[in-house]
Structure formats: C-alpha cells, structure tokens
C-alpha cells in the first residue's frame, strides 16, 4: 500500500536531546504562558480564586518586558479580583476602585511610616473595612520605591493607609540556594516576590480563613514550582554568609559552624 501521502509527525524520530531543547523552545499559550520546559499550569488553580479583597498591582514598564521570573503573570491567573496596570505612578484615572469613596484603600509597601500589617489588620475587623482594595507595587526594589513615591500624593489623597509586612533592612535577604520561595537574590529581609506579597497579605486580610488558608497555600505552591524550575538551571554555590549593617555575621541556616 502506497503509504506517500500520509502525514508524517516531522518529530518522530527526533533524538531524546533534541526533543528536549525544541520542547524548550515552545510555549504554553493556552495557559501559563511559559516555555513548556517550565509549564507551571499543573500547579496553578482550576479557576481563579474568588476573594473579598480586591488587588490593584502597578507593575513598572520594564517588569514584564526584561524580568522572566516576574511573578504577576501567574498571580493573575490565580486570583479573580487582581486588577492590574502598567505604569510608573497612580493617579485619579488609574482605576474607579482607587476613586470610589466607600473603599478602604491600603498600599502594601515598606518604609519608616508604615504599619505593619497584622496590626492594622487587629485593629481594624473586617466589618469595619468594607470594599478593601490592596495596592502593591511590581518591579525591582528600586523601581519600587521610586513608584511609591510618585504615587505617594495621589495616595495621600484618597487617605491610603501604607502598611507592610514584617522586613528588615539591616539584614541581607536570602538567595534562591537558601530559601525554596526566593527566585533571586532579595536586597535584605522580608523583601519578597510580588507573588509572596499578596500571598501573605491575604491570608492576614481576608475574613473567611477556608479563603485565606487556599489563597496563601496556593501561590505559595506556584512560587515553590517556579523556584524549583529556577535552580534546575543554576550552578550550586555555597551560600555566603550575611552581614547586618552593624558588621555581625550571620551564619548560614546551614552552617555547621
């Protein structure tokens, strides 16, 4: 039988290596949108997770174009009520949500003023903060702060509370060898992916704890799937250990010293 015309898999006898390296190549466009090699879709929710909080992230122009470990792709998928944006300030035509005079606007974001967020959080039950929009800022530290200070007067307008997590910047942060949540090498302690951020943000934040208890637990599985993808593809260091900025050593949790 003349077998001529059949389509052939152009593939099929393609050697194991070269297989893997086109499989590099390809991209999960039906759903993370990552190369294939690292598709993190098994790991993602069915559906994006409902929440009563609703976050605004502001993404840096240069984030996504130039940072392929940026986490807010993935974020995206994952929560219903993200709403992001690109740009290097907020103003008035942002969003409605910043605008709307019942929402209880908070920015997520370190410095000498803010409060920390479990505290704020204690002081202020859920019935006393209706329609909660978190702001967080995406990009590098740098980028970051430069934002939130630009964005500083349009937010002290709208009475934006600035509130954070527990940070330290007297002590190095972590690398992706020490710790299985940090993708690279973080200026100093507590500085966290932007997916972490609002991971942990949200489980102090949202009244329901079934909602809180999901929403951290999975993206917190998201960060560990794309950080093991990451150190797949990094020469083993040994870990140097970190300095406060009075100069005392902290020895790595490693460390048999």
Request: neutral net charge.
């Amino acid at each position: 039988m003349d077998t001529s015309d059949r389509d052939e898999d152009p593939n099929a006898n393609e050697p194991p290596e070269e297989e893997e390296e086109r499989r590099g190549r390809e991209i999960c466009f039906d759903g993370c949108g990552r190369p294939c090699s690292v598709c993190i879709c098994p790991y993602l929710p069915p559906s994006p997770i409902p929440t009563s909080t609703h976050i605004l992230v502001l993404h840096h122009p240069h984030e996504l174009r130039r940072n392929r470990l940026a986490t807010l792709p993935a974020l995206t998928r994952s929560l219903l009520h993200l709403h992001s944006l690109s740009g290097r300030r907020l103003h008035p035509s942002s969003s409605s949500l910043l605008t709307s005079s019942s929402s209880t606007p908070l920015l997520l974001f370190p410095s000498p003023n803010s409060i920390p967020l479990s505290l704020w959080a204690s002081q202020n039950p859920p019935s006393a903060r209706p329609n909660l929009n978190l702001i967080v800022l995406d990009g590098t530290w740098a980028q970051a702060k430069e934002m939130a200070a630009a964005s500083g007067p349009f937010l002290s307008s709208i009475g934006a509370i600035q509130v954070s997590l527990e940070v330290d910047e007297g002590v190095d942060g972590e690398s992706t060898f020490e710790s299985e949540l940090v993708l690279k090498k973080e200026p100093f302690k507590g500085c966290v992916s932007t997916i972490e951020a609002v991971a942990r943000a949200l489980r102090i934040l949202e009244p329901e704890e079934k909602v809180a208890v999901e929403v951290e637990e999975t993206l917190l599985r998201v960060l560990r799937a794309m950080v093991g993808f990451q150190k797949r593809h990094l020469k083993p260091i040994k870990p140097r250990p970190r300095l406060t900025k009075r100069g005392h050593l902290l020895l790595p949790s490693n460390s048999n010293a």
